[in-house]
């Protein structure tokens, strides 16, 4: 069993004491890991959880790693180590202990006595940034649902308080000062808010329906979060979606009408980014978001070229596309932040995904081939139709004027004699009138 101190002046991540912004809560970041776990790894997972941590708006001033087989049942960290890191804690004079891993609810409060500062684990601190950045209505109630999911196994007895004093990570969500105070009232709030989710589903259902009527192909961006999903977008379609260097700006689905190169529109929609293990809770407070999101003909999946292990994002996103089920919709690689990312790392990515395009939000590099390759994706195959339509039938001719390339037209005297590319979709239905 062995532990290590992150070194302070560790890149960019860790803030040292005298950096932390008057305000900003102070935190302790710690992770136990297997023996065998590769130090490259660990030090990747604590720089994502420095960036979750600052996200959510707290300073970490200190990581500390313990190797063990794995974490104490009762107190996660070894007793013997807890007691030294609470002693470390207190003469860095810590707002915060934060876990990298997943803490039982008696692990909690006993780290919780312990080191008599809030205790968060990689879930919380998730939910915390969900809470932080949910704006709609059904951000928000799906952020409350899965925030009341996570705290109901952690109430103790009857009549515990879920909020506690002070307004940190862990405490706040949207409805907190509406967050009831006992098992049953939590338990009815849960299945009001499903209630409501249920309602949303079918109003977004209903709008849905619309835009497919619309014909339009869709393609959603998907992808790790902070690896340019919103950038693109803004590039792609001219709009002002928010970016930040930041996890988890983007919450709500978003959706843009953009034009391929030969002159037909798309949708393209912008939605959260993943994470590595996202919490179960969250995945299914935002089932109904994401399957909705990845119900599309396409997935522009983004990656960031620069970081230090692009496959391991990829990954990722693919066990959670998995979990929704959205795994077969066609995909198309973007790998971004090429102006960024050293030309070997954009070469390694692009040798290992081939089909992948290569891009950069900022530069504007390669978008022009990323919109050719949505088109050609979404692009139905079509078939050129010689057809006679019976004057009686004008809607089908305006119909066909719609969906399809007229090619040329005149009328003859049994009807409308076209010449027409038409989506492979419709070819079926018109056998009756192909001359
Ligand atoms: N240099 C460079 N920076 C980029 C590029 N694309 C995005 N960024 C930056 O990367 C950061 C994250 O970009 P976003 O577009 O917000 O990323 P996102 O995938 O939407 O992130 P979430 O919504 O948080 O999941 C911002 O600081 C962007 O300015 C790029 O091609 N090159
Ligand atoms: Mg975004």
Excluded: C
């Amino acid at each position: 069993m062995s532990s290590r101190h992150v070194g302070r002046d560790r890149q960019r991540l860790t803030a040292t004491v005298t950096d932390v912004d008057v305000g900003r809560q102070k935190a302790l970041l710690v992770a136990v890991v297997g023996d065998r776990v590769p130090t490259a790894d660990v030090d990747d997972s604590l720089a994502e959880m420095e960036l979750l941590i600052d996200t959510a708006g707290s300073d970490v001033v200190d990581a500390v790693v313990q190797r063990r087989p794995h974490p104490d049942p009762a107190t996660y960290l070894g007793k013997g180590k807890a007691a030294e890191l609470a002693g470390l804690g207190k003469a860095l004079d810590i707002d915060l202990l934060v876990v990298d891993g997943e803490l039982s609810p008696v692990q909690q409060r006993n780290l919780q006595q312990i080191f008599e500062v809030d205790v968060v684990d990689r879930v919380a601190l998730i939910l915390d940034i969900f809470a932080l950045h949910a704006t709609s209505r059904a951000g928000r109630a799906q952020v409350e649902l899965a925030l009341l999911r996570y705290r109901l196994p952690r109430l103790r007895g009857r009549g515990t308080e879920l909020s506690r004093l002070g307004g940190g990570i862990g405490t706040r969500g949207p409805g907190e000062t509406k967050l009831e105070t006992d098992r049953r009232r939590v338990l009815s709030r849960i299945s009001q808010l499903e209630r409501e989710m249920e309602d949303l589903v079918t109003v977004r259902e209903t709008q849905r329906k619309a835009r497919k009527r619309a014909e339009a192909p869709t393609a959603a961006l998907v992808g790790y979060t902070n690896a340019g999903k919103s950038s693109l977008l803004n590039a792609l379609t001219g709009s002002d979606v928010l970016v930040e260097d930041r996890l988890f700006s983007t919450l709500d689905a978003t959706v843009r009408r953009v034009t391929l190169p030969a002159g037909r529109e798309a949708l393209l929609s912008d939605t959260v980014g993943f994470v590595r293990d996202l919490p179960h809770q969250l995945v299914e407070a935002f089932r109904s978001t994401l399957e909705e999101t990845v119900d599309t003909n396409l997935l522009v999946h983004v990656v960031d070229a620069s970081v230090d292990q692009p496959e391991r994002q990829i990954a990722a996103v693919r066990d959670t596309l998995q979990s929704i089920e959205a795994h077969e919709v066609p995909e198309l690689l973007v790998i971004n932040k090429s102006d960024i990312a050293t030309p070997e790392a954009t070469r390694r990515l692009a040798n290992m995904h081939p089909d992948a395009v290569v891009a950069s939000a900022e530069t504007g590099e390669g978008l022009d081939e990323l919109l050719s390759r949505i088109e050609e994706a979404v692009t139905p195959a079509s078939s050129d139709l010689e057809l006679l339509i019976p004057f009686d039938r004008g809607d089908l001719v305006a119909h066909l004027h719609d969906v399809a390339e007229i090619v040329s037209e005149s009328h003859e005297a049994e009807g409308t004699h076209l010449k027409a590319r038409v989506p492979e979709r419709y070819v079926a239905g018109l056998a009756e009138f192909a001359v």
